[in-house]
């Protein structure tokens, strides 16, 4: 039985966020330095900092934060994709760390994650080379002595997970679902979630299979069920996953429960992960989404996809083709609005003055795509002055985030 009641999470909740903004999708860094600021990726005096940009603000946030528990006992993420794997597993661990969230999905603070790993693997996986600095000051990896197959689905795992189980830490684990006996699986992950509610603890269970297995049944036996998904990474970013939590289908259309987290590699090797929600796996539709969206608020100029389609090089019946297979459309009234800074960071990259061209001298410092004004409130600096703790209240907006004049 539980010993720690869950309560519903107020709209104060712990979520990362700007004093202009309330994501639930909150950008996943608290690491000391922000991405961009040392890369060698991109020209240093537009870099896209990204991590510390705010995410949109969506009008869903405080219905979801006040109906929906923070979960403890056992999270299942599932990957048919190994070449992301560790990045995808560093993410979901620095959101834990960062934010307290999966996917969108509330959790308890964590004082350590310990990733548990047989002492017999030839080659075990670790997540420390791919860790944020502060996840790293977090993060146990655990080798399990005299084994050399560990599967926590078993009554065997479920013994050896328990000896490592303490309130208000988490554990990690890798299975092969090869190696998964349903039945077997269903009675030790009813037993695993049992002891982890009950120490308040958090058990993240990564589970590798290939396309044509069939693993949706694990999402009736643990408290939230993720799926891993590839996705482009934007410019200055060297990998990006898609995390779809299924159990929060049902806020997907609101644009919460499905994250795109990106990954940058600072020049002193230090990572850093920035989220937010899921608008399009392929870049260049994330891009032309961004345009388009800031387009359908500017009264004073009318962006066609002819346009769009120039910038980033497609043609336009593959712009307008994509954007009506995205969930939610750039003119959307969920408040789903691109990141702060997403002008400067992909002008790196793509040739944005054909829309938006740069003032000339004297005509002002609050336009153009690159501004003075909009370093500043992109720098390391202001981001760290303007960020609130995670148990501040959530600014109320009861309007879309709409794209900062700075920017226009």
């Known amino acids: 039985m539980n010993t720690h009641p869950q309560k519903p999470l107020s709209s104060s909740a712990n979520v990362l966020t700007q004093t202009d903004s309330a994501p639930v999708t909150a950008s996943v860094n608290c690491s000391p330095k922000t991405a961009g600021s040392n890369s060698n990726a991109v020209d240093n005096s537009i870099a896209p900092r990204v991590a510390a940009a705010a995410a949109p603000v969506l009008l869903a946030t405080k219905a979801f934060l006040a109906s929906e528990q923070r979960v403890t006992g056992i999270v299942i993420v599932t990957n048919s994709d190994q070449t992301n794997s560790a990045v995808a597993a560093a993410a979901v661990a620095d959101s834990i760390v960062c934010t307290q969230m999966i996917a969108d999905q509330p959790v308890y603070p964590t004082s350590k994650i310990t990733f548990l790993q047989p002492s017999g693997l030839r080659r075990p996986v670790s997540l420390k080379p791919f860790a944020s600095s502060t996840l790293k000051a977090k993060l146990a990896e655990t080798p399990i002595r005299n084994c050399s197959h560990l599967n926590l689905v078993t009554p065997e795992g479920v013994h050896i997970a328990a000896n490592y189980l303490k309130s208000g830490e988490s554990i990690f684990a890798h299975v092969e679902y090869k190696d998964v006996a349903r039945d077997v699986a269903i009675g030790s992950l009813s037993e695993l979630n049992a002891k982890a509610e009950e120490l308040n603890a958090l058990v993240v269970i990564f589970v590798s299979h290939t396309k044509k297995q069939d693993v949706s049944w694990l999402q009736n036996h643990c408290r939230a069920y993720v799926e891993v998904g590839n996705c482009e990474p934007g410019p200055g970013a060297q990998a990006a996953v898609v995390l779809t939590n299924v159990s929060l289908s049902h806020w997907h259309a609101h644009a919460i429960g ?13 990572w850093v992960y920035h989220a937010e929600p899921v608008i399009a796996e392929r870049a260049i539709m994330r891009l032309a989404w961004y345009m388009s969206h800031k387009a359908s608020y500017m009264s004073d ?54 829309l938006w061209p740069r003032k000339k001298p004297g005509q002002g410092a609050d336009a153009g795509v690159i501004t003075a004004a909009t370093k500043a409130s992109d720098s390391p ?28």
């Open 301 to 354: 100029k009318n962006v066609p996809l002819r346009d769009i389609a120039k910038v980033i090089g497609i043609d336009v019946s593959n712009v307008s083709r994509g954007f009506t297979q995205l969930l939610i459309p750039p003119k959307n009234t969920v408040g789903l609005a691109p990141p702060n800074g997403w002008l400067n960071r992909w002008a790196t990259n793509y040739n944005l003055e054909l």
């Open 381 to 408: 600096k202001a981001d760290d002055a303007a960020r609130v703790s995670g148990n501040a209240p959530a600014p109320d907006r009861s309007h879309p985030a709409i794209p900062s004049d700075r920017e226009l």
């Open 258 to 270: 499905r994250v795109m987290v990106e990954a940058f590699l600072e020049a002193d090797g230090t």
